[in-house]
Nanobody
Framework: QVQLVESGGGLVQAGGSLRLSCAAS????????MGWYRQAPGKQRELVAR???????NYADSVKGRFTISRDNAKNTVYLQMNSLKPEDTAVYYC???????WGQGTQVTVSS
């Protein structure tokens, strides 16, 4: 089993930046892919970004060029750097092991206009 704990959410003005962190309770070295998802009110949860064990990344079209996912295996942590934030980025952001039932509790990101 593994526990995932997100942090770093908050309230920010449009155009601002936030960095989310996802700390795992055990080594993530052997995890094939970690992902950040988000769910806005009244909308389905969507994949925002994912990173493989080898460091390959994929992003939703809506965040390309603005968000960057990274992982620090030594710290068992995955990050999501979010720049040029827009009000439509407002959502609860979740960290997860892609393809598994392991999810964090979520962290709220609110972007004001």
């Amino acid at each position: 089993q593994v526990q995932l704990v997100e942090s770093g959410g908050g309230l920010v003005q449009a155009g601002g930046s936030l960095r989310l962190s996802c700390a795992a309770s055990r080594s993530i070295n052997t995890i094939n892919a970690m992902g950040w998802y988000r769910q806005a009110p009244g909308k389905q949860r969507e994949l925002v970004a994912r990173i493989t064990r080898g460091g390959s990344t994929n992003y939703a079209d809506s965040v390309k060029g603005r968000f960057t996912i990274s992982r620090d295996n030594a710290k068992n942590t995955v990050y999501l750097q979010m720049n040029s934030l827009k009000p439509e980025d407002t959502a609860v952001y979740y960290c997860a092991i892609v393809g598994s039932n392991y999810w964090g509790q979520g962290t709220q990101v609110t972007v004001s206009s």
